[in-house]
């Protein structure tokens, strides 16, 4: 695996260089993939990076995102480890410009970054802080990342892309106090059904994955306990983060003729369907 280590502002100015060149062999698809240092984010990454993928590997914490670049099988296609912070414009231009200049186009954003915020906080106790940084991560971070992600596949040539929004079953129906996460994951929604229609004429299909109890660092307290709706505490079943990764990598790989507009992919024992 051939590893880059940048940061977003080092990279925003360097040259372009990833133009192929005639008669030689064209350069692997390349994705973006946020939260990409731990969970989803780094299963999936690595998933595509084994797959031939060049992949952007973006977040908060330099360490974690070398990490998951370690992962990646030997002859695996370019890991791009890129700090940003996804709630922050200056981070996002930055971060999409670091993949026009190292990589030449874009054609797939896993907007995966994301937080719970303080689990089981009552709606009149949560601080407006918490709510604050719940939306700016969940939200706002998985806009501008679209927005940033839609005007580089509409300008390069050939034009289109691929947009893969990380939603929740809590885009569907909520847990007990956590009414930050679930407004944000029900946003997601409308954001991935209008980036979808206004994508459409610049052949960029934006699809949604709702995941339910991968299990990973965030979802560790399930398996010894979850508050339910009818108020006990019982654990829940969760499944393999690779099955998540193998879900997106399908999504992902598909022409863009075809789109997945929405899938959901859970633990298949876990209160969802009769949830509440």
Not at 259 to 271: E, G, I, R, S
């Amino acid at each position: 695996m051939n590893t880059v280590r940048t940061t977003a502002e080092e990279q925003a100015g360097q040259e372009h260089s990833g133009e192929t060149r005639a008669g030689e062999e064209r350069a692997p698809r390349v994705a973006v993939v946020t939260g990409a240092g731990s969970g989803i984010g780094r299963a999936v990454a690595v998933e595509l990076l084994a797959a031939g993928w060049s992949v952007a590997l973006a977040g908060r914490r330099p360490e974690t995102l070398e990490g998951t670049a370690a992962l990646a099988p030997p002859g695996s296609a370019t890991a791009l480890p890129v700090r940003a912070d996804v709630s922050r414009p200056a981070d996002v231009d930055a971060l999409f410009a670091a993949v026009r200049d190292h990589f030449g186009r874009l054609d797939l954003l896993f907007n995966n970054a994301g937080t719970f915020g303080p689990g089981g906080v009552p709606v009149e106790e949560l601080p407006y802080e918490a709510w604050r940084h719940v939306v700016d991560t969940n939200l706002n971070g998985a806009f501008l990342c679209a927005q940033a992600a839609y005007r580089r596949m509409k300008e390069q040539d050939p034009q289109g892309g691929r947009i893969i929004n990380n939603g929740s079953i809590s885009a569907h129906t909520p847990r007990p106090h956590s009414v930050a996460y679930t407004a944000t994951k029900h946003a997601l929604t409308g954001l991935t059904k209008s980036l979808s229609l206004d994508g459409r004429p610049h052949n960029i299909a934006v699809g949604q994955i709702d995941i339910g109890n991968a299990a990973t660092a965030m979802t560790a307290g399930m398996r010894t306990g979850a508050l339910q709706a009818d108020g006990e505490t019982a654990p829940e079943p969760v499944m393999d983060v690779a099955d998540v990764a193998r879900t997106v990598r399908h999504m992902a790989e598909l022409p863009l003729e075809a789109n997945v507009q929405f899938a959901t992919v859970m633990a298949t024992a876990m209160p969802y369907v009769g949830r509440g």
